[in-house]
């Protein structure tokens, strides 16, 4: 008799546990994930909350995303109007095979010959060429285009419902030689007001965890920003690490960043940041 309560309790336990379980928030059942910081809205239609297609600024088809915005004048005029020195600030840095890249990827560059031809003609012409090896994304200074992220609303393995900017899926983009939709090359020149924030600078903030957990918590910076305005962001990371292979592998913060963060968090986000 003790032996069937004994087995009697261990299915009960294993019952409420499976059921405890079924209720967790992760890749296999995102739809407990509702209340999560990542999302948006009341439903879960998505592992990120509401749909986001189509877009309810520029409407369904449209592969420019914000870069609509610059295509209309009073956004240019206005941030040609706010220059007053013209001085010109260089955002890139230099490509080298020490620069921080994500992963194993390099950036391997050769100049074959010196020069690589010549000479040819009456003027004697000599040039250099270039051979170069690498990945162009996540490799030093680099721009994601609106096909880079996406996020499985259905199987994972279904390319159908592997759904990115607008609503566009795997399967709509799919090409071998370059994507058939969402393009970098469907993006519109970019002219507008840059507006700085120098996290690094404003509070002293000593590691890249700690920057992420006061941007995370700091969506008053949005005051003030319009939508056509470019926000940049400088976050210290050139300077303290400067050594190859630093590059982040993960996106957000996470319960081991906050605990790492914990000891300055109160400094790095306080009252008198309301004020700026």
């Known amino acids: 008799m003790m032996r069937f309560k004994q087995c009697a309790a261990l299915v009960i336990a ?4 499976g059921a405890a379980l079924a209720q967790d928030c992760s890749d296999k059942n995102w739809k407990a994930c509702k209340g999560k910081p990542w999302v948006i809205g009341n439903s ?4 990120l909350g509401d749909k986001w297609w189509p877009n309810k600024l520029w409407g369904a088809g449209d592969e420019a995303g914000s870069t609509n915005w610059y295509k209309k004048p009073e956004v240019v005029q206005r941030a040609l109007s706010e220059a007053k020195t013209g001085k010109v600030y260089r955002l890139g840095r230099p490509y080298t095979s020490t620069m921080p890249t994500f992963g194993d990827r390099k950036f391997v ?9 010549g000479p040819f003609g009456a003027n004697v012409l000599v040039y250099n060429d270039e051979f170069l090896a690498t990945e162009i994304g996540q490799v030093g200074t680099q721009f994601d285009g609106l096909a880079h992220i996406g996020v499985a609303v259905g199987s994972t393995a279904d390319k159908a419902e592997m759904r ?3 609503g566009f899926t795997q399967a709509e983009m799919d090409g071998s030689t370059g994507l058939k939709k969402l393009g970098i090359e469907k993006l519109h020149p970019i002219n507008a007001r840059g507006i700085l924030i120098d996290v690094a600078g404003l509070k002293g903030v000593e590691d890249h965890v700690a920057a992420r957990v006061f941007l995370r918590d700091a969506n008053r910076i949005r005051a003030g920003v319009d939508h056509p305005d470019i926000g940049t962001l400088r976050l210290g990371l050139q300077e303290r690490r400067p050594v190859r292979r630093r590059h982040a592998h993960r996106v957000g913060v996470g319960a081991q960043d906050e605990a790492r963060a914990r000891g300055q968090r109160n400094r790095v986000v306080d009252a008198s940041d309301r004020q700026h």
Request: hydrophobic letters at 30%; aromatic letters at 10%; glycine letters at 20%.
């Open 44 to 47: 879960m239609d998505t592992p």
């Open 14 to 17: 294993s019952l409420v546990g």
């Open 109 to 117: 560059l050769r100049i074959p010959g010196g020069p690589t031809g």
């Open 164 to 166: 990115f900017y607008n």
